[in-house]
């Protein structure tokens, strides 16, 4: 395997994803740690890495790769084991379709620039930003968690009894949705799946609290 180098921040949900599963898939890597709160981004060294100036990038040897489930996928292809994706076309729709619901539906409307946004251009306080928070969680947990009962999957994860591209995707998620206080309590399978995760070593390693950045 190449080598990699992660940019990456403690709290960033899609920078979570990608450190689940690069300890799922028991690759070594080297973090560079992107200050999004202080710097956003913005510094010019990091924009000639990312124009965006978003985390994760995940360089593997000299190629740059970014957006988190790109990276993801890009594992799963040079590094097969553990799956992250299940066996069938169908199968991997169901498990793909799940994580796009929170990396494209839900996830964009409650990340760090867009709640900066509403205070800082909007005028919005900070009870407006949490309701505004909220609501878009509890619309798309409810979808997820609706989702996950028609299927009627056997197994202790999103599909099946080991980890998929959608645990990945829910586990940062939920954990951002207990930062801001948001009421789970409409979903007990959401909840299950995350208590099993959160038992998984791979998970802990990759959790916000368990980053060196996180101190700093």
């Known amino acids: 395997?190449?080598?990699?180098?992660?940019?990456?921040?403690?709290?960033?949900?899609?920078?979570?994803?990608?450190?689940?599963?690069?300890?799922?898939?028991?690759?070594?890597?080297?973090?560079?740690?992107?200050?999004?709160?202080?710097?956003?981004?913005?510094?010019a060294d990091y924009r000639e890495i990312n124009p965006q100036g978003f985390v994760p990038v995940l360089?593997?040897?000299?190629v740059v790769l970014t957006q988190s489930l790109?990276?993801?996928?890009?594992?799963?292809?040079?590094?097969?084991?553990?799956?992250?994706?299940?066996?069938?076309?169908?199968?991997?729709?169901y498990v793909r379709g799940?994580?796009?619901?929170?990396?494209?539906?839900?996830h964009p409307l409650n990340n760090l620039r867009v709640l900066n946004y509403l205070k800082t251009f909007l005028g919005q306080g900070e009870n407006a930003c949490r309701g505004?928070?909220?609501?878009?969680?509890?619309?798309?947990?409810?979808?997820?968690?609706?989702?996950?009962?028609?299927?009627?999957s056997a197994g202790c994860f999103c599909f099946g009894d080991t980890p998929t591209l959608a645990d990945l995707c829910l586990v940062p998620q939920m954990y951002n949705a207990r930062r801001f206080e948001c009421d789970l309590s409409a979903y007990p399978r959401l909840q299950a799946i995350d208590g099993h995760c959160s038992r998984l070593p791979e998970f802990c390693q990759a959790a916000p609290e368990a980053q060196p950045d996180a101190a700093a």
């Not at 709290?11 to 709160?37: C, G, M, Q, T, W």
């Not at 799963?76 to 169908?90: N, Y």
């Not at 799940?98 to 839900?106: F, G, T, W, Y």
Request: with cysteine.
């Open 70 to 93: 790109a990276i993801i996928e890009y594992l799963d292809e040079v590094c097969p084991e553990p799956p992250l994706l299940p066996a069938g076309a169908q199968n991997r729709a």
């Open 98 to 106: 799940l994580a796009q619901l929170i990396v494209c539906d839900v």
């Open 132 to 152: 505004w928070y909220r609501h878009w969680i509890a619309e798309g947990f409810a979808a997820f968690e609706r989702r996950l009962e028609r299927r009627s």
């Open 59 to 62: 360089v593997a040897d000299d």
């Open 1 to 43: 395997m190449q080598k990699l180098t992660l940019y990456t921040y403690f709290r960033s949900s899609a920078a979570y994803r990608v450190r689940i599963a690069l300890h799922l898939k028991r690759l070594d890597y080297e973090p560079r740690y992107v200050n999004l709160l202080q710097d956003g981004g913005h510094e």
